[in-house]
Structure formats: structure tokens, C-alpha cells
């Protein structure tokens, strides 16, 4: 069995010291653990040494003390002993176990109680009188006593330290709630912001482009009628915003979530900015109401395909088509895709990824991109919102 190298722990070197100063104090005064024995009381120091230099490696290398200490401590019953001595053993006995490895901790306990039982066996049928039990006794204290409260002690601390884990597991968990809520909730209000002020800052970019390009009184002025009317709106949906964020601000009233039944203001308000728009809507009138959230979804991304068809699409018409399954709701907006001949509003992609984010929450999908038909090259933006929030999406 090889020592490790580590250096003696400061506690240890404690208990040698002292246990040694104690050994050789009972032996200069003369009280000794026993007596009439082959050997006198000189050689009583040799253990005494011994077991204080095994004390040292109580924590280093418990195991090879204990097997060390064991038999320095079988020597010395060949001498008159020593109280010391006999203390160290129990304190490296208790050591092994807590201070051991998990099998040792097991087997420790085991062997000295089966020791304790064979002695107390052997000396009442070797010396047949009931004293001969106290031997037993004295060798479950000296053995059996300190494994057992090692044991105590151990499972004491790995419990402690299972408990210490769980509690900091528990905090790291609770701190990664925390920052999935503050960054799922920043990415809604992200959301929010851009469905609800991009579609009129677009207008406003597009318009006052076209009033700086095209040097007509009437363009200015239609122009400019436009840009007035969307920024009103657009600071009327700031100031909500701003109400649902801060209860300070005086508007305690949250913002009503938009719906389908608001889909005619939008196509009209997407007429007013320019956009040649038709809504085919072919939901039953009588058919189920869809959920909230789904509603608001569906709006949402009804109103940022119109505002990319405003920044970005071809002059031509733009189609908003949407259709009721048993289980899901479907939205396909088309717009013209080529190189548009007006001015253009520059785009940071910030709206698609808003449109996939509000289907996936859903458990929906999602698609967006060029296509080319019969009627020439379109952007097409494709959604399929589960009416069910049990289902995992909708099958294309």
C-alpha cells in the first residue's frame, strides 16, 4: 500500500502532538494500561510512537494507518501498555471510516463487530466465568465504538453535502428560470414593438422618400397627410405600450389584444398607405371561436406581411387569404417580388423572425420566401396555427 505524498493535515498533527505528550506523561508517572506482562514498560514507548506517527495519516491514508495501527496495537498487549495508546487506536479507527473510502466505510464497521462478537465467544469459552464478557465489552469499545460513530458521522456529512447540492442546484435552476422569463419576456415586448410601430414608421420612411424624390405640390401633400396620419397612430400604440410597461404613466387599462374582427382596419389602413390589397377570408361565420393567443398571432403576422409588402414589394397586387381546417387556422399573404421601382423602407429581418417565433410558441409552422407562378415572381409568407394547443402543429 503506498503513502501519499500529501503533507499532514494541521488538525492531525494536532492529535499527534498531544496524544504523544499524554502517552509519555502516564508513563513518566507510572500508570499503566496493564500489568505482568513479558515485556516492562519501557517498551510501552515503541507503540506509543508508532501510533502517534499513524495519527499523522488519519486523514492522508486512513486505511494503511488502521492496518498499521492494528497491529502495532496486537504488539503491545506484549507490554504494559499505555492509556495513550489505546485512545489513538479508537480516534484511527474512527478516521478510517469517515475519512476512508465509501467500501471501507461499509467494511469497517462490520469486521470489528464480528471481532467484538469473537472475542466475547472466545474468552467465555476459554476462561468459562461471566467477567469474561467485560473483555468483550472493552474490545467493542476500543474497536467496534469508533466505526460505528464514524458511520454516524459520515452519513451525517454526506447528507449535509447532498443537501448543500440540492440547495444550490435549486438556486442555479431558479436563476436560469429567472433569466429564460426576463429574455422570453424582452422577446415578446421585442415583438410587440416592432408589429405594433413598423408598419407606420415604414409608411412614414416610404412617403417622405417619395416627397423628397417626386418635387410635385400634390405628391407633398398626400404625402405628408400620410406621414401625419401614421404618426399619430404610431404614437398612440407607443404610449400604450408605454402603459403596459409602467404603472406610473397613467394608463392603467391594458391594450386590448388585436383579433380577426380587426383584420378590415388593417387591409384599409394598408390601402391607405398604398398597398393594392385583397383579403380573402374563408372562415365560416358560424364556425368556432379560436383561441386568443391564436387570434393574436394570425393578426400579427397578417400585419407584418403587409408591412414588408409596404417596405419592400413590386407594385402589384398583394393577397391576404386565410382559411379555417378542423384543427388549425392557415394564413398565406403573397406579394409581387422584384426589383421594385419606388422607394423602399431598409429592412433588418427582425419580422420574420417575429412571424416564426409567435407560430413556433404555438407549436405551429411557419414558411416564408420567393415563388415564382403564372403571374410572375411573389414573396409568399405561409403560416398554420393549431386551433387545438394540444397539438404539436399542423401538417403542410
Not at 121 to 129: D, E, N, S, V
Request: proline share 6%; glycine share 8%.
Amino acid at each position: 500500500m503506498a503513502l501519499p505524498l500529501a503533507r499532514p493535515h494541521r488538525v492531525d498533527v494536532t492529535i499527534a502532538s498531544v496524544s504523544l505528550l499524554s502517552g509519555l506523561a502516564l508513563w513518566a508517572l507510572g500508570l499503566h494500561a496493564q500489568t505482568d506482562r513479558p515485556l516492562d514498560a519501557d517498551w510501552a514507548l515503541i507503540p506509543l510512537f508508532v501510533l502517534a506517527g499513524l495519527s499523522l495519516l488519519r486523514r492522508t491514508a486512513p486505511q494503511f494507518a488502521l492496518v498499521c495501527a492494528t497491529l502495532t496495537l496486537a504488539a503491545d498487549q506484549f507490554t504494559d501498555g499505555n492509556l495513550a495508546s489505546i485512545l489513538m487506536f479508537t480516534d484511527i479507527v474512527y478516521a478510517s471510516v469517515v475519512y476512508g473510502s465509501p467500501a471501507a466505510a461499509r467494511r469497517i464497521p462490520v469486521t470489528t463487530g464480528l471481532f467484538t462478537v469473537a472475542v466475547t465467544i472466545g474468552f467465555l469459552a476459554w476462561l468459562r466465568i461471566p467477567e469474561a464478557i467485560l473483555i468483550g465489552v472493552l474490545a467493542g469499545v476500543v474497536s467496534f465504538a469508533p466505526a460505528t460513530t464514524g458511520v454516524l458521522v459520515r452519513n451525517h456529512r454526506e447528507a449535509a453535502d447532498a443537501a448543500k447540492l440540492r440547495a444550490e442546484q435549486t438556486a442555479l435552476l431558479a436563476e436560469m428560470d429567472r433569466v429564460q422569463a426576463v429574455m422570453a419576456e424582452r422577446a415578446r415586448m421585442a415583438r410587440e414593438l416592432h408589429d405594433m410601430v413598423a408598419n407606420h414608421l415604414s409608411a412614414i420612411a416610404i412617403h417622405s422618400t417619395a416627397a423628397l424624390s417626386l418635387d410635385t405640390p400634390q405628391t407633398s401633400k398626400d404625402a405628408l397627410a400620410v406621414i401625419r396620419e401614421n404618426s399619430v397612430e404610431g404614437l398612440a400604440e407607443m404610449r400604450r405600450l408605454i402603459g403596459i410597461l409602467r404603472s406610473d404613466s397613467g394608463d392603467l387599462e391594458p391594450a386590448a389584444a388585436p383579433t380577426l374582427d380587426g383584420l378590415g382596419s388593417l387591409i384599409a389602413g394598408a390601402r391607405t398607405n398604398g398597398l393594392d390589397v385583397t383579403l380573402d377570408d374563408a372562415r365560416a361565420a358560424e364556425g368556432p371561436k379560436l383561441p386568443a393567443p391564436v387570434e393574436m398571432a394570425a393578426y400579427r403576422i397578417v400585419q407584418e406581411s403587409l408591412t414588408n409588402a409596404l417596405k419592400h414589394a413590386s407594385p402589384g397586387p398583394v393577397t391576404v387569404a386565410l382559411a379555417q381546417e378542423p384543427r388549425a387556422l392557415r394564413i398565406h399573404v403573397t406579394s409581387p417580388y422584384d426589383d421594385p421601382s419606388g422607394p423602399r423602407a431598409p429592412g433588418s429581418g427582425a419580422g420574420l423572425v417575429g412571424m416564426r417565433e409567435r407560430t413556433e410558441l404555438l407549436g405551429g409552422t411557419f414558411e416564408s420566401g420567393p415563388e415564382s407562378t403564372h403571374e410572375g415572381k411573389v414573396w409568399t409568407v405561409s403560416a398554420a396555427l393549431p386551433v387545438d394547443p394540444a397539438d404539436e402543429g399542423a401538417k403542410e
